[in-house]
């Protein structure tokens, strides 16, 4: 019986609800067939790496030693991981093209800054020293395309899905005595979901969205006497990120 209460209660309350007044905003805001906007967000970075199961696999690979170490030989598995993200930082425009009253194509042009530290079940050792982690910083040129597939709208709410490829340039400085250097140039598939909010002078979208890097940025080693077993203990390195951002358009 108390369960057929709380049923009753809930469909009057949902009704009451659904008859509420509510002033719509921006009722003609996604009429237009062309529109502009800024996004703001933040980001984690993070690499998908495969490793070689045994050093002597990569035909790369010379034995070497490490300082206060023994020595890397070919029977070594040497694994490494990014063992916590980093917040970082996204900022961009945003063109919004108006295809039907349910997709929508984006292009977010904009700049990314962030960092990922590389741990190793090794000592991180170079000839600055010995550390926990070898800290990879990036800032990327984003170029993503994305196509918006938006739910029926719910007064002032728009639930939406999102999915497309970026092509992301890394400006940042990479040098020759990194212990691992990525290369510049990167492609990505793209997926999420966001909300948009019609507020009285604009439209709020919060989105979070993934990044699944496709291109292996793993580039040659360090120069010489710089050690070479971080690198060549991976065989191939992709490139993840998260993003949450705020559009106003």
Excluded at 69 to 78: A, D, E, L, S
Excluded at 145 to 155: A, E, I, Q
Excluded at 172 to 184: A, N, W
Excluded at 208 to 222: A, E, M, R, V, Y
Aim: glycine share 6%; charged share 20%.
């Amino acid at each position: 019986m108390r369960i057929l209460y709380l049923f009753f209660f809930l469909i009057f309350g949902l009704n009451s609800l659904a008859q509420r007044t509510v002033v719509k905003n921006l009722t003609t805001f996604d009429d237009k067939r062309l529109h502009f906007g800024f996004s703001l967000g933040l980001n984690a970075l993070d690499f998908n790496i495969d490793h070689y199961e045994s050093l002597s696999q990569n035909p790369k690979f010379v034995p070497e030693t490490l300082t206060n170490t023994r020595p890397i030989v070919g029977t070594n598995k040497i694994r490494a991981d990014v063992s916590k993200l980093t917040p970082g930082f996204t900022v961009g425009i945003v063109t919004n093209l108006r295809l039907t009253e349910s997709l929508d194509l984006r292009f977010l042009p904009g700049m990314s800054f962030g960092e990922r530290k590389l741990t190793y079940n090794i000592p991180v050792v170079s000839t600055t020293g010995t550390t926990d982690y070898f800290s990879i910083k990036s800032t990327f040129l984003d170029f993503p395309l994305l196509v918006k597939y938006k739910s029926k709208r719910m007064n002032n709410q728009r639930p939406y899905l999102i999915g497309g490829i970026a092509y992301r340039v890394d400006i940042s400085k990479t040098g020759v005595e990194d212990l691992v250097r990525l290369k510049p140039f990167s492609s990505s598939i793209e997926a999420g979901m966001g909300w948009d909010s019609y507020l009285q002078f604009f439209r709020l979208s919060t989105e979070l969205k993934f990044s699944f890097g496709l291109t292996n940025l793993l580039d040659n080693g360090p120069k010489a006497p710089e050690p070479q077993v971080y690198t060549n203990a991976i065989s191939r390195l992709t490139s993840n990120m998260f993003i949450f951002s705020f559009h106003f358009e």
